[in-house]
């Protein structure tokens, strides 16, 4: 759809805002070489996501609230008000159409199970979205594998896989993949995976975080022992000290950040759709997700509705931004296309 043809539209982006549109979200060529405009994206962008009104209207009434929403839409994110995620920016009005931030994926404890989660994960990072994962379903490390009589080398063993896979797709052609790790802190494979990133030389491309469940709190708290336990079976293989463990997600935390923690239970007690447990998040875990499930993200700049005459804020600029914003978001909906 052609859009914003009014000539006072304008575009005003520093040399630094052209060089990362650049690099990372105008068309290219078969060169690599930018064969897009930024104000061609901004038009590209808009135009394709009011196209979601189609989904709710037909005929002329439709029409007309596309190209108002296209206008919207146009004005606001040149006044860097609003910004959508970047695979929106990327591929909406293109061949992927996948406009998705991130996705949780379940993976599931067999050989098949690990690795059709890491096809799922390259088709994700290919077209330019994170992933979250729950390992916590993988049976431990030296654990049983009655088909070979083997053993299993544990969920870090497979994360280092994921991240290794990581390493070589770029999203959307353009930049590196993030993804989100979790695991249960019941799991018996709990302390290899608190220290996992302790000298920052493996699984650089994880955010990682324990699950932390009320009855582990309770007996921080108690100061009592605390049961890890092998999802594989529900038998307990060891008893630890439960503020000995705590104490070691602590110290990673002091060291370099990770990990992190998500309080499991309380998550799943506010979960919408509770016959979907939640096990994971998307990287940056602002978005607790069931399995195959994604995010459509987009940020406001408060900044810009800050008044130096008034030292204080425009509230009805703000007010109308966060209403355009949501029925954009809610086109997002509409116009993607899950990989």
């Known amino acids: 759809m052609e859009i914003g043809r009014d000539r006072r539209i304008g575009v005003d982006l520093s040399e630094n805002a052209i060089a990362v549109l650049k690099k990372r979200y105008l068309k290219k060529d078969e060169r690599g070489e930018a064969v897009e405009e930024p104000m061609n994206m901004f038009r590209r962008v808009a135009g394709n996501i009011a196209e979601g009104e189609f989904r709710f209207k037909e005929g002329e009434e439709a029409q007309r609230l ?121 799991h018996p494979d709990i302390e290899e995976f608190i220290t996992c990133k302790n000298d920052n030389d493996q ?74 447990p939640i096990e994971s998040t998307n990287p940056c875990s602002e978005a607790h997700l069931p399995p195959y499930d994604s995010c459509n993200l987009g940020s406001i700049n408060l900044e810009r509705f800050y008044r130096d005459e008034a030292g204080d804020v425009d509230w009805e600029d703000l007010r109308e931004t966060v209403h355009t914003t949501i029925r954009f978001l809610d086109n997002v909906i509409e116009m993607n296309s899950y990989p």
């Not at 602590?250 to 950040?257: D, I, K, P, S, Y």
């Open 66 to 186: 596309c190209e108002e929403s296209s206008e919207r839409f146009l004005r606001l994110m040149l006044s860097r008000k609003f910004m959508p995620n970047s695979p929106t920016l990327m591929n909406a009005g293109r061949e992927l159409q996948q406009l998705s931030a991130c996705f949780v994926l379940p993976v599931e404890d067999s050989i098949d199970g690990i690795y059709d989660t890491l096809k799922h994960q390259a088709v994700i990072h290919k077209s330019g979205g994170g992933t979250g994962f729950g390992f916590s379903r993988l049976r431990p490390k030296n654990d049983l594998v009655k088909s070979t009589m083997g053993v299993s080398s544990g969920p870090v063993s497979f994360m280092a896989i994921y991240d290794a896979s990581t390493d070589k797709i770029k999203q959307g052609g353009t930049r590196r993949g993030a993804n989100m790790g979790i695991l249960r802190v019941d």
């Open 203 to 276: 699984i650089n491309n994880f955010n990682i975080s324990v699950a932390i469940t009320d009855a582990f709190m309770e007996a921080v708290e108690g100061d009592t022992d605390f049961d890890l336990v092998n999802p594989r079976d529900g038998e307990v293989v060891e008893t630890v000290r439960a503020r000995d463990l705590f104490s070691k997600i602590v110290e990673g935390a002091w060291l370099n950040g990770e990990p992190g923690v998500v309080f499991i239970d309380k998550i799943n007690a506010d979960n919408p759709t509770p016959q979907f």
